[in-house]
């Protein structure tokens, strides 16, 4: 699963980097010891916990600390200047996560997304109206229609 995360705007100020970084977290197993180990460790040696837990039990919680594990983990794995974990001192809770794009086709860098895009927008883009099954609205949301005058 590829996920997208960003810092609060505070946050990106002082910290730097993209606004937007990319992680692949089925690509972790792919990512050689040498490189994963010290950055867990750092987990380990001031959480008490590895990437597995923070994945599998911090991060569908919404934890502070699984937000602030994750940003930091995907800034350091994308070479973005970022201090040791216990160093960096974010506003964990106004970190935004979305549905990271698939890489390209080539293997290469993830496909720049917009970080505002209307309903409108991807449903010209699709060829169909905001309400249609293709426009990425779920089937509960399109059945929920309240019947005026009643």
Sequence with gaps: MAIELA???KDQA???GPEWVPLDLAGLDFIPFDVLDPLEHQMIRLWGIGLPRLIAEEMPEDTMRAKLGLI???RKLAGVETPDL???KIHARRVAVRAGVKPAGDGG???KASSATSSEERASATG???SSPGSGKTRATNSRRVKSGN
């Design 86 to 88: 216990a160093e960096f």
């Design 109 to 111: 860098p993830p496909a």
């Design 128 to 130: 169909s109206s905001p």
């Design 7 to 9: 810092l609060d705007p």
């Design 72 to 74: 930091w983990l995907a």
């Design 14 to 16: 002082t910290y730097g």
